[in-house]
């Protein structure tokens, strides 16, 4: 089963722009679909899908408040897929989770999804 371990987060003015890394060990994520989700703050909030990568699907994106500033794009030769986001606000702030599932195609559901990273923290504030 394929382990994931993100990076990139920290602290950014708003406006600025992060990429985040989600690299892969145990397979190639080639034989995955690798989805970001964010964990706002709040406790209350869900687990929200921002946007996904697989063979089957190409790059997907979800609807809400984040799309059109965010790009995903994978390398297979890092074995890693990166989340740019662009223009961030204080609502991004939160935790930023990669996922992985088999077969190779997205699911906008977080329980279709069998691994997970341990998350990068994304804080937006002046």
């Known amino acids: 089963q394929v382990q994931l371990v993100e990076s990139g987060g920290g602290l950014v003015q708003p406006g600025g722009s992060l990429r985040l890394s989600c690299v892969a060990s145990?397979?190639?994520?080639?034989?995955?679909?690798i989805a970001w989700f964010r964990q706002a703050q709040a406790p209350e909030k869900e687990r929200e899908i921002l946007a996904c990568s697989s063979l089957g699907d190409g790059a997907l994106y979800y609807p809400g408040p984040v799309q059109g500033r965010f790009f995903i794009s994978r390398d297979p030769d890092k074995n890693t897929v990166y989340l740019e986001i662009s223009n961030l606000q204080p609502e991004d702030t939160g935790r930023y989770y990669c996922a992985a599932r088999s077969p190779t195609y997205c699911s906008g559901e977080s329980g279709r999804y069998d691994s997970w990273g341990q998350g990068t923290q994304v804080t937006v504030s002046s």
């Open positions: 145990g397979d190639s994520v080639y034989y995955y679909a």
